[in-house]
């Protein structure tokens, strides 16, 4: 089949839904590496009687609809399929448990040419079940690098966030553990990549590597500490771009710029290899109240 820009624009996208409970919240915010080290540090994101949601739980949650991508009708070469950039926004603060349903769409797709493919912004809005009430906005950037000439527009997509040049205003260190990947399955991707030594072996790779939405959690957990007082609710964006993939058990260093706006800038290492992961961060907080 074909990849035609008009087919997969309006490619009917069945809704998600999910049910979920504290138990949950603590499982995500364990599976980012909430607890390691000093759990007395992150009790109001593991302890049930003084619970707050980590804001990126959303990019976990009533996610079903994603799978359409591997249907062989709309064309997608998935060998060849990157998961770029992530951005997150949030309209209101998850409550501890509740019943969300999800809308997904095809918001965009940029054409870059033949010869290096296409991007396509696919778009997640999730809301309460009950009231209907807008919760958070998941919006992934998926390089389609085997999918270009589709007649989609060539220009219009978001510019990566620039990152200051002078030294950051913060460094935060996290330890992943071996077993962070195991965890992080837990959360509802059960890629083998991230568990299988067989599996990713065959992508290249010496061991399984850990989800870059793993990742993701691990540099929010880091600015939700520098910029928001340790304080999730106050988070109401988070974006940022992939850029090398993390084995569980390395170190994760995430610098983060204060900005004067209620805004920061921020990008992730690898410590031991001293390899970039995440790039061009920027992140939005509400004041503290």
Sequence with gaps: MAFEYEKIKNWPIPEGYQEYSANDCILYALAVGAGAGDPAADLDLIYEKQLKVLPTMAVTMASQGTMWVADPATGINLSKLLHGEQYLTIHKPFPTSAKVKSRSYVEEIYDKGVEKGSVMMLAREI??????????????????????????????????????????????????????????????????????????????????????????????????????????????????????????????????????????????????????????GYAEFAAAE
């Design 127 to 280: 809301s309460d079940a009950d009231s209907g009430e807008l919760l958070a906005t998941c919006t992934s950037a998926v390089f389609l690098r085997g999918n270009g000439g589709c007649g989609g527009p060539s220009t219009g997509q978001p510019k990566p966030q620039p990152i200051p040049e002078r030294a950051p205003d913060v460094v935060i260190d996290a330890i992943s553990r071996e077993e962070q990947a195991a965890l992080y399955r837990l959360t509802g991707d059960n890629n083998p990549l991230h568990i299988d030594p067989k599996f990713a072996a065959m992508g290249g790779f010496p061991k399984p590597i850990l989800h870059g939405l793993c990742t993701y959690g691990f540099a929010a957990r880091a600015v939700i500490s520098a910029v928001c007082d340790g304080d999730p609710s106050r988070l109401r964006k988070f974006n940022l771009r992939f850029a090398n993939p993390v084995f569980p058990g390395e170190t994760l260093r995430t610098e983060i710029w204060k900005e004067s706006d209620g805004s920061a800038a921020f990008r992730t290492f690898v410590v031991e290899r001293e390899l970039l992961v995440l790039n061009n």
